[in-house]
Antibody, heavy 117, light 107 residues
Framework: EAQLLESGGGLVQPGGSLRLSCAAS????????MGWVRQAPGKGLEWVSS????????NYADSVKGRFTISRDNSKNTLYLQMSSLRAEDAAVYYC??????????WGQGTLVTVSS | EIVLTQSPGTLSLSPGERATLSCRAS???????LAWYQQKPGQAPRLIYG??SRATGIPDRFSGSGSGTDFTLTISRLEPEDFAVYYC?????????FGPGTKVDIK
């Protein structure tokens, strides 16, 4: 059974940086595109970034382009999201997702990022 | 960018009733890349329907339909565990946008 476990969230000051990780298990990690989706408190879902199975292709939402970098280490079955120049509006629960042709699943349990001074 | 609009914003129904949720796209979307997710309070979303078929383990009271710019998720008879927020999403090409969600709550 595919499982995703995020880590790395926490409290960071505006303008600061944070790196999220997502440990994957139960499937051949390198065969699948992966992504990050966030959800601000009480709000809806917002796609943040995606990366191809090989890591050669990446996409970003306009709201994070130039500030966030997605990457993966297929030898460690781990997905990353490096976040810099963080703003108050980046505060959210960040979910790691696996990309399938039939939709995105599973979803991790999420990791909370708080941006505050 | 494809913008997804969901209606209604909130649907108040009783257990056993039929729920019809709408997702409208600003431009044509392939049904092969249109998905529906369910989210309950305090939980991560889970895939309900995608690429014109139910996700694994999803009961057959959930069905999806539509093409082009209009898509529908139908729950034939609401069970207590179905009361949640439902999001549609297109994932065919970046940016992979979500709709704002429809909350199905107990009347």
């Amino acid at each position: 059974e595919a499982q995703l476990l995020e880590s790395g969230g926490g409290l960071v000051q505006p303008g600061g940086s944070l790196r999220l990780s997502c440990a994957a298990s139960g499937f051949t990690f390198s065969n699948y595109a992966m992504g990050w989706v966030r959800q601000a408190p009480g709000k809806g879902l917002e796609w943040v970034s995606s990366i191809s199975g090989s890591g050669s292709g990446t996409n970003y939402a306009d709201s994070v382009k130039g500030r966030f970098t997605i990457s993966r280490d297929n030898s460690k079955n781990t997905l990353y999201l490096q976040m810099s120049s963080l703003r108050a509006e980046d505060a959210a629960v960040y979910y790691c997702v696996k990309g399938e042709t039939s939709g995105w699943f599973p979803w991790g349990q999420g990791t909370l990022v708080t941006v505050s001074s | 960018e494809i913008v997804l609009t969901q209606s209604p914003g909130t649907l108040s129904l009783s257990p056993g009733e039929r729920a019809t949720l709408s997702c409208r796209a600003s431009q044509s979307v392939s049904s092969s890349y249109l998905a529906w997710y369910q989210q309950k309070p305090g939980q991560a979303p889970r895939l309900i329907y995608g690429a014109s078929s139910r996700a694994t383990g999803i009961p057959d009271r959930f069905s999806g339909s539509g093409s082009g710019t209009d898509f529908t998720l139908t729950i034939s008879r609401l069970e207590p565990e179905d009361f949640a927020v439902y999001y549609c999403q297109h994932y065919g090409s970046s940016p992979f946008t979500f709709g704002p969600g429809t909350k199905v709550d107990i009347k």
